[in-house]
């Protein structure tokens, strides 16, 4: 039953995920829809030769399947058209969704398609949508001795520009035989006392109105088609033909005998112009024109929003079916005191740690891990590392399980591949490796697989909590308010779920492990920091003197930090400090940077902008392995990263005589004590950059703070880390032997 329910619940996740990448991917579909009106109208030009042609007018289609789609579309499709033309409301609202909507239509079309942009079109920021998928909001265009002029009456265009540019357009037309103008609201007096809303439908303006009957009169134009109205109407002013045509898919009026579903034919010869009603069905009573409202309407939401749709119900369903799984879950919150500690002291084990990245990438999960492997290993235990298999190959593989990957992601230079942890390899070779006892380092996907496997095989589970992953939700999809649900839920729910499935949890602070209790995690926490490999820092005085020579330059002062280039690790914070410092003070310093990341490319931009390029150095990525060196050649580390769950970098930099200036935030909190080992600071500029000129300029306090941070540093070995996680190992071992 447990495994059904796990079952069912990675179904769910798997489909929201596919939802999601066809919602990311579904503009990228449509990318042969722009410009519309601007493409038809060279087509027409080019197939209409004669001064015979019929042609289709619509209007209010709404996104309407039912109607538009399967039955009006169909009958034009079948008949003489050479072109159809729209006055409008082609969509029930702006939204991008509903022009992809409407894109399946234009693709069911045989036929040439113009429109002119409706009140419908604009709602919802939807202007700058018809603008790139249709074109200009006005425009007119010529076919033989016909002239066609469409106009905007959203009011979202300067009218006087529109009126001035009108009149020069019928003043053109003047040597043409035939003169249509499309406008989405029409120009007459209607009474809208039965209309569906209380919105006005036609140009509400006496004067405006006044002005179009009058101009069109004066100039002869033949026909004026709108459509913003759900009816159907034809009247006669001073010798103009004026149609309102609007029951091509919307909604229809329920008191009105002149609302049904039709669409107009338009025959132009020498004998004239012939415009034909197209009625799909006698007039229906009010509870057929119910009936057939609400089916239009639902019809049209659901194809225009069915994946939304889809997504909301199945997050829905996955929000419900992880509450009914919490709400049925016994948990018993009392440790088991039945063991005794003191049974397995001696005992060798076979370890198996799950990370989602390492080696070769750099970064502090893999370093902390290789650290914690080898130590563990100097202390006779045999450790194995399950991890992804990337492009490159590093030098050592002896203890690494590398598990296939699926897909390799790739930016600026960094590789994040996806593993296939759905591999019967992986299960394989795990119980190949007789294993006593799983260590994850992550509480997703390879994590989650060795959880798993730890489970299955009855054995105790370790975990390790690495990364504030709320401080990453840039990452994902701000679909849905995806985004902010990941940074103030989610994040913090995935944590606490996968570590109360555990048997004890690593926290590298006071402060992660005062976090882990707040969001609810109830395992034991052994507050154990990541070490520091000191073999690396035996590094001879020559090559340190030479390293920082080439570093330097003519500068005085080596500042150093060290961090991905990434909007997470506030390094514009950092980099506004570092000029707020060369403004302030006469101090000749170099700023050196190392790391790489998706920010390099605008980090060097705010570097040369700023005219900073004599202050600051962007290194690149840095074997850990040599590491040592760099903080041994200089003098200050600055850090200006809030996320970080210890801070392994400032003790690093400590153990090579650095004291450090830093902001205030968990993790730095633990390791920087304000004038012994350097500062810390609120995320205030001004502070932060007098800190570094304090210590840079008041040598005795540089001194002191030196050999405080080196001396603080000699607390975190790798040899003490792994007797903390040895002892840690033997006690959730004993309390599996024992429950």
Known sequence: MKSKSKIYLTIFILIILILITY???????IQDFNAVNVKNMDIIKNNVQANEYTFAVVGNIENSITIFDNRILEQINSGNVDFIISTGNNLRDGDESK???????????????????????????????FYKYFGPFYYSFQINDSYFIFLDTTENTNLSWQQQWLENELKEAAAYEKKFVIMNKTPLNIDTDYLIDDSIKYIEEKKLRNFYQNIFAEYNVNTVFSSNLEIYHQENIDGVNYYISGGAGGELIFENENSFYHYLLVNVDKNGIEVNLERLENNPGTFSKLLVNVWVALQSFFYANYINILLVLFIGLTILYILHREINKEVDYYRDFAYSENELEDKKLKIAMFTNNYFPVIGGVPISIQRLAKALRKRGHEIKIFAPEYKEKTENEENIIRCKSIYHYEESGLEFPVTNIYSPQIKKDFKAGNFDLVHAHHPFWLGNKGRKLAEKFNLPLAFTYHTRLEKYAHYVPNILFMRKFFANRLSHFLIKSFSNKTDAVFAPTESTKEYLRNVGVSRYIKV???????????CSQEKIDRLREK???DSKYLLITVSRLSKEK???FLLKGIKRLKENSDL???????????????IEQYIKNNNLENYIELIGAVDFREMAKYYLASELFVFASTTETQGMVLLEAMAGNNPVVALKSSGIDDVINNGYNGYKTEADIDKWSSKIEELLINREKYEESAKNAREMAENYSIDEMAKKAEQLYYKIMQLKKYN
């Open 23 to 29: 919602k990311i991917y579904a503009p990228y579909t």
């Open 99 to 129: 022009y992809r909507v409407f894109y399946r239509t234009l693709e069911k079309m045989n036929l040439p398609f113009l429109t002119a942009i409706g009140s419908k079109e604009i709602k919802d920021d939807g202007n700058e949508n």
């Open 528 to 538: 154990m920091p990541t070490g520091i490999d000191f073999d690396y820092y035996n």
């Open 551 to 553: 570093l330097i330059g």
């Open 570 to 572: 506030n390094l514009y």
């Open 588 to 602: 000749n310093f170099k700023l050196i940077i190392i790391g790489s990341g998706s920010e390099k490319e605008n």
